[in-house]
Structures are given as structure tokens and as C-alpha cells.
């Protein structure tokens, strides 16, 4: 994996729904914190265990690096506190069961790295998997979606396996609470963002939000779906970083996450749209009632949350966040 390209995030908190609607997100863990973990003492941990450590940095929440042994070479990542290792071990539990499904259903378009080994290292979980070199598909850093069109095809078809996906629980899913019970914890986060930015006259969205409450039926989702976490291999691109992953987050939430970040982080409305179509033009006239009622919510949230972190940081971003907004409210998103 390009390690360079992995985890191009900023050590900051922003709106994410998936944080909010599972049990083991509570107050008394924190998946935002990191620790500095001490580099040489993994380099020798894994000299210890028969491999030849190529690289290895810690980014943020992560120590990341590339291992080899047997004329193999390996990914690593791990986490640098227990409460970010529940995310780690929900990415290895996203890995391997999406790679299953992959496999027995025959998918040729994308992949997900297969992983090796876990373990602990002084209480820190962390897995080793596939090595992958390539270019990401687009970036936002600084914001680059040149090539992005060719694979929207791929990307779009991608969304329609997760969206036909049932029966499958990842580790985060596991002894959840009833979702629909955790609205009215997820709506005072929300309201609490709407509070600090209300100046952005966001009263309109925040009652969108609210439908969510009707609206909400639950889905396969990677959770951080963006085109700088696919990695081009020849004509399939990797899909890396399932930390948020779920099966109880909202149905369509990665393609409200994927089309709100392609709008506002990497600055290009008009593919955004473009992704949108697709999506559509892919599913029956049926589901698109549904699907056009169900986004509305999802993408209000997401709204209000990238007012929040515009505010507590993306500035340059804050045009393409009022714009979108302007679009939810004069139903202009296609």
C-alpha cells in the first residue's frame, strides 16, 4: 500500500453519523486521540519476529510501515491507543468479510487488501495485510480529480454490491443498540454543530435532518468512502481504510459521504452531480423515490457538519459547503 497516500486526514473531530449511532462509541472512548508511539521499539518487535522493516511512520492515529519476510512484503498498521484499536479491529473484521464476498461473488471491478496476521503490540492491536503501490484515484491534497471520471463506473457498481449486501455484521455492529433509539442523542450532536455555525442560516437544513428519523433503514457501508481511499491497480482500484465501517449506518450513507466530500473536499460540484446520476440511472424507478426522500437527511447532516468544519478549519472549503447547501434546498442535486 502507498503509504504516503493512506491517511491523508488532519488531527481534527468532524461530523461523522457513523460515530454517533453505535454502542461502543460512548463517552468513554476516544477514537480521535492518538498517542506517539515509540518507532524504534516496533522496529525491534518485528526484527524480533523474522521480518526486515522497510518503513514505518505514525501519521496520526496510526503507525504505519512496510515489512518484508520470505520475499514477501506487508502493510502494517497499528494503533496507537486500545480505543483507536477498536477501529483497527473493525477494519480487519470490513477486510476479511468483503474479501469473501468478493470472492464468492465473483466481483472484477475493486478489492479490498487482504489481511495476514493480527496481534498486539504492548495492548496496541495491529494487522499486517497486502502491500499495494499505485496512485490514488483522486485527491484532496491539494485537490486533484482529473482522472476520476474514467471510474466512476466502477465506483457506482461497487455501491450497488454493498447496497445489495444483507446478513452481514462487522465487528462495530455487534450487540448494537437499536438504531432508531439513538436519534435523539444524534440529533443533539448535530444541533450542537448547528449552534456554533448558525450564523450560515442552516435553520432549513437542520429540519431535513429531522426526517432522517422516517426515513432511516439500515446498510452495508464502508464509512469513509472517498476516491483518496481507492488505490488504482490496473483496472480495479483497492479500497483501504474501513474503520468506520458498518451494516447499521444508514442506507446510502456511503454515497451521500462520497458525493458530499467529491463536492466540497476535492472542489468539483459538477462530478459530484455526475456520481449522483450514475447512481441512479442504476436503480429502479421504485427505489429512486426512496432514494431521493432518504439522501436528503444524510446529506443535511453532512452539510452542517462540513459548515463546522469549515469553521474549525477547511475555510477554503466554505464556498462549495454553502453552495451544496443552496443546491439541497432548491433540490438541485442531480
Keep these: 500500500m502507498l503509504l504516503k497516500n493512506l491517511h491523508q486526514a488532519t488531527p481534527k473531530k468532524a461530523l461523522s453519523f457513523d460515530r454517533t449511532f453505535v454502542k461502543m462509541d460512548t463517552k468513554n472512548r476516544d477514537y480521535v486521540t492518538a498517542q506517539t508511539i515509540q518507532k ?43 480505543s483507536i484499536g477498536e477501529r483497527t479491529r473493525n ?26 496476521e493480527t496481534g498486539t503490540f ?16 483522486a485527491s484532496k491534497y491539494p485537490p486533484d480529480t482529473k482522472g476520476l471520471k474514467s471510474w466512476l463506473n466502477k465506483i457506482t457498481k461497487t455501491n450497488q454490491f454493498f447496497l445489495s449486501l444483507q446478513n452481514v455484521t462487522f465487528y462495530r455492529d455487534i450487540n448494537s443498540d437499536n438504531l432508531i433509539k439513538k436519534w435523539d442523542g444524534y440529533f ?37 468512502f472517498v476516491p483518496w481511499h481507492m488505490i488504482q491497480a490496473n483496472k480495479k482500484f ?3 481504510d474501513a474503520e468506520h465501517a458498518s451494516s447499521q449506518s444508514p442506507r446510502y450513507y456511503d454515497i451521500c459521504y462520497f458525493f458530499h466530500r467529491l463536492y ?63 443546491d439541497l434546498l432548491t433540490n438541485n442535486l442531480y
Design 264 to 326: 466540497t473536499s476535492a472542489n468539483d460540484p459538477n462530478t459530484a452531480k455526475d456520481y449522483l446520476n450514475k447512481i441512479r440511472d442504476n436503480i429502479s424507478n421504485k427505489e429512486k423515490n426512496i432514494f431521493d426522500k432518504a439522501i436528503r437527511p444524510i446529506l443535511a447532516s453532512r452539510i452542517i457538519g462540513g459548515f463546522w468544519d469549515a469553521k474549525n478549519g477547511d475555510l477554503d472549503e466554505l464556498k462549495y459547503h454553502q453552495k451544496l447547501k443552496d
Design 122 to 137: 504492548k495492548g496496541k492491536f495491529f494487522y499486517l495485510s497486502d502491500y499495494y503501490v499505485g496512485k490514488l484515484v
Design 188 to 224: 443533539q450532536k448535530v444541533n450542537g454543530w448547528y449552534e456554533e455555525v448558525k450564523e450560515n442560516q442552516l435553520q432549513e437544513v437542520l429540519e431535513i435532518v429531522k426526517e432522517l428519523k422516517t426515513t432511516y433503514k439500515p446498510g452495508v457501508n464502508h464509512g469513509d
Design 40 to 82: 524504534e521499539e516496533v522496529v525491534n518487535y518485528f526484527i524480533n519476529n523474522g521480518y526486515q522493516v522497510l518503513d514505518i511512520q505514525q501519521l496520526w492515529r496510526h503507525v504505519h510501515g512496510k515489512l518484508e519476510k520470505d520475499n514477501k512484503i506487508f502493510f502494517f498498521k497499528i494503533a496507537s491507543t486500545s
Design 91 to 116: 477494519e480487519v473484521s470490513w477486510n476479511k468479510q468483503i474479501n469473501q464476498l468478493i470472492t464468492r461473488s465473483g466481483i472484477d471491478y475493486f478489492i479490498t487488501p487482504k489481511v495476514y
Design 238 to 240: 483497492i479500497l483501504i
